[in-house]
């Protein structure tokens, strides 16, 4: 189901599968899942967003959020998601920072066998700016729970600021947890490698582009045009 | 006409003289072979050729069908032909092999490769290769051995289908069953086109799959010898001192080891690494 967001609260229970486009400057999405369900958010605002997103997912359902910011104007992206027993929490946030993107995300392993997993990835343009903190938490009681993140920033030209925090808070044993960053321009070797099978540097940013900002074509193939949208969108960032 | 030629090829690395004026002629469908002992300049002139901004040419002249080969940038040589199969292949994380060979394919192509055209060719050279049929989808090199990541050179230069292609220890970390079969698959291109080859392997065994039509030995930055397989077969059997010896060659020293050294980090040229 397509919802065109131009509304300032939006609860969401077991709706299965769900395609936000977020149309309103200031935005709370509050969670409380006890079935498995897919959120797909598109920020579609015209200028500055406001997203805050709260709540639990429970009863051992799997929780899929992935956050798609293709916006030019200045994002300010706060979660605090906490996934009970047995349950899970799959996370996804891709930004194309033009301008000044900032997000603040917690995810909480509550109970036990809770599984939260945490994908960023982020293009900074020139002069824009990224302030990216992650915080994953494992509470006192979660045995066996599992908290992982990673995050990759790729700068292109010279950013304001490109920083992201990967932070973990474990205050229970048996459990697994990780997080990993990496961030900065295109390597030169791995640059070089792609001249040498004829991909010039424009081709090779198209692909590193592509590859950060596109969602997993299964998660939108039920959403032919919007996959033709973000593509469109995508392929506007390459101009 | 995919006539490669070299001329007095002087080359630096940094402050050091590498290549000390190499001659060399591959024409249509050759396949040479380039022999030597480490640090003597055999990955010097495959990477010089391919353009790679850390050798600096000094003197002489690279042309591939009279074009100015040393005034093109690295991806317009690929573009005219020139394939350079890697020693160390670089992983792409988030960039699938789909994308990279489109991309590639599409990149020296006035029209772009229809999928359906790609993906049924690019599911046979994975087939011929026996690669695992995910591979499409997984990352550039991302998590595979180093067997993998010279198999995928090998699919990339069957994809690419170049006039010229240099193949750098292409054989190392490949198994006795996977060097047979990459030496089939080249064969296999080599024999359907005028593909040229340049091979740089210190294997006999991989050597006697592919036949060179020529065979040379490097020594300190110049060919000091040409022949055909049976001299491959000769250093295999006897090693280099014999060459020392005949051509009164003298040896290098420890500390002029090859220098080993990344684009694009902080690290230090490391000489002798402990």
């Given amino acids: 189901m397509i919802i065109e967001l131009n509304q300032n609260y939006l609860k969401i229970s077991d709706q299965r599968d769900l395609l936000i486009k977020v149309q309103s400057p200031e935005v709370h999405l509050d969670y409380e899942v006890s079935t498995d369900t897919r959120v797909i958010i598109i920020n579609d605002t015209t200028k500055d967003l406001h997203l805050k997103e709260s709540g639990f997912v429970t009863g051992g359902a799997e929780l899929l959020i992935a956050y798609l910011d293709l916006n030019q104007g200045k994002t300010f992206y706060e979660a605090d998601i906490k996934a009970d027993k047995d349950s899970s929490?799959?996370?996804?946030?891709?930004?194309?920072?033009?301008?000044?993107?900032?997000?603040?995300?917690?995810?909480?392993?509550?109970?036990?066998?809770?599984?939260?997993?945490?994908?960023?990835?982020?293009?900074v343009l020139d002069d824009a700016s990224l302030e990216l903190s992650c915080t994953g938490i494992i509470d006192k009681g979660a045995k066996r729970a599992k908290n992982h993140?990673?995050?990759?920033?790729?700068?292109?030209?010279?950013?304001?600021?490109?920083?992201?925090?990967?932070?973990?808070l474990i205050d229970e044993d048996d459990v697994e947890a990780s997080h990993s960053l990496s961030s900065g321009t295109i390597d030169e070797d791995v640059l070089f490698y792609m001249n040498t099978k004829g991909i010039d540097y424009n081709a090779a940013m198209r692909l590193f582009i592509s590859s950060y900002l596109t969602l997993d074509e299964r998660l939108l193939k039920d959403y032919p045009s919007i996959q033709d949208e973000i593509r469109k969108k995508v392929e506007q960032c390459l101009m | 006409?995919?006539?490669?030629?070299?001329?007095?090829?002087?080359?630096?690395?940094?402050?050091?003289?590498?290549?000390?004026?190499?001659?060399?002629?591959?024409?249509?469908?050759?396949?040479?072979?380039?022999?030597?002992?480490?640090?003597?300049?055999?990955?010097?002139?495959?990477?010089?050729?391919?353009?790679?901004?850390?050798?600096i040419v000094t003197k002489g002249k690279i042309t591939f069908d009279d074009q100015d080969v040393l005034a093109m940038s690295v991806d317009q040589r690929s573009k005219i032909g020139l394939f350079l199969g890697m020693q160390y292949p670089m992983e792409i994380g988030g960039v699938t092999n789909s994308d990279f060979l489109r991309a590639a394919i599409n990149a020296r192509n006035t029209e772009n490769i229809s999928l359906f055209k790609f993906i049924k060719e690019m599911d046979a050279n994975i087939q011929k290769l026996k690669m695992k049929e995910d591979l499409a989808h997984r990352f550039v090199n991302d998590g595979f051995s180093g067997g993998e990541k010279k198999r995928n050179e090998i699919l990339q230069m069957l994809m690419l289908k170049p006039q010229i292609a240099m193949l750098d220890e292409i054989d190392s970390g490949l198994d006795v069953d996977a060097i047979k079969l990459v030496a089939d698959a080249i064969l296999d291109l080599y024999a359907k086109s005028d593909l040229s080859i340049m091979v740089v392997s210190h294997y006999e065994r991989f050597l006697s799959l592919l036949r060179p039509t020529h065979c040379h030995v490097l020594i300190d930055g110049?060919?000091?010898?040409?022949?055909?397989?049976?001299?491959a077969a000769k250093i295999d059997k006897d090693g280099y001192d014999w060459l020392y010896e005949e051509l009164a060659i003298a040896k290098k020293s420890p500390d002029e080891a090859p220098l080993v050294f990344s684009l694009g980090t902080c690290a230090k040229n490391v000489r002798n690494p402990k």
Wanted: overall charge positive; glycine content about 6%; aromatic content about 2%.
């Fill in chain 1, 89 to 123: 929490l799959k996370i996804i946030s891709k930004y194309l920072c033009s301008d000044q993107k900032k997000a603040d995300l917690k995810y909480t392993c509550l109970k036990e066998r809770s599984s939260i997993d945490i994908d960023n990835s982020a293009i």
């Fill in chain 2, 222 to 231: 110049k060919i000091v010898m040409s022949g055909d397989s049976e001299l």
């Fill in chain 1, 149 to 168: 993140q990673s995050s990759r920033c790729l700068t292109v030209g010279k950013p304001k600021t490109a920083k992201i925090e990967p932070i973990l």
């Fill in chain 2, 1 to 55: 006409m995919n006539k490669l030629k070299i001329e007095d090829l002087h080359v630096k690395v940094e402050d050091k003289e590498i290549l000390k004026g190499l001659d060399l002629e591959i024409n249509p469908h050759e396949i040479h072979a380039i022999m030597g002992p480490n640090g003597n300049g055999k990955s010097t002139l495959l990477q010089t050729i391919m353009g790679h901004p850390k050798y």
